[in-house]
DNA sequence: GACCAGGCACATC
DNA sequence: GATGTGCATGGT
């Protein structure tokens, strides 16, 4: 895929923080709508902890509106802050008992800011696998997890951590670009060739 | 106007 | 444990 695609160099931001604001803001969104509010909270010169934990809830929903959910994500991004400025001591494995940050978001801030070898299940990830049958549509996103980092642990470039981001960022252009149709399968998958027959 | 996009928490059964 | 629902903008 990447001969293919070439190296897609995710995750973008310029910073480990703003990797993390971006993880939350694009749960169930597109990433130009992230943008835009990225973009927001730059131009009001608040993409810090200190000084996005300082706004208001609602002066920061109104910061981040163009990614959707506004009022939602405002709230999981102070509980992320409250966290990360009032008692994070760097312990990023504890993520996942802050409110708003599921098993997805987590690993992607583990994997892009915290620089864990980590593989991120997510919608593409998981229809992908579905479609060319290597696993249940509904399975589970520790077993499906489980099941890529056992086959990726086998590969000698699992070393390096750039291989695990740059595997996920595959997987989701592969998913927008030719997985969107319907059918139960990807017949018709330029990527088929590419694909291995089995994980 | 319908559908989709780099989820999650919560209620209900 | 499994399933359904609310959250909301912007592009196609």
New binding site residues.
Partial sequence: MRAHFGHQH???GETPFEVCV??IL????????VE?AIANLKAARVLEPGKLFALSEPQLAALI??A??????ARRLRSFLRVLVEEFGGELERLLAI????????D?MLLYAGGHHRFVI???TRRIFHRHGWSRG?A?YEKLQRLCESALNHKPQAARLDYWQDYHAQL?IT??DFC?T?QPRCAECPLKSLLPSKV
């Avoid at 694009?26 to 709508?33: D, E, F, L, R, V």
């Avoid at 959707?68 to 994500?73: A, P, T, W």
């Avoid at 409110?99 to 987590?106: K, L, R, S, V, W």
Wanted: aromatic share 14%.
């Fill in positions: 995710w995750w973008p971006g993880a694009t749960q169930n969104t597109a990433w130009s709508n835009r509106r163009p959707g959910y506004f009022n939602v994500k409110h708003g940050i599921g098993p997805e978001t987590a992607s997510d919608a593409y509904d589970g989701v998913g927008k969107r319907r």
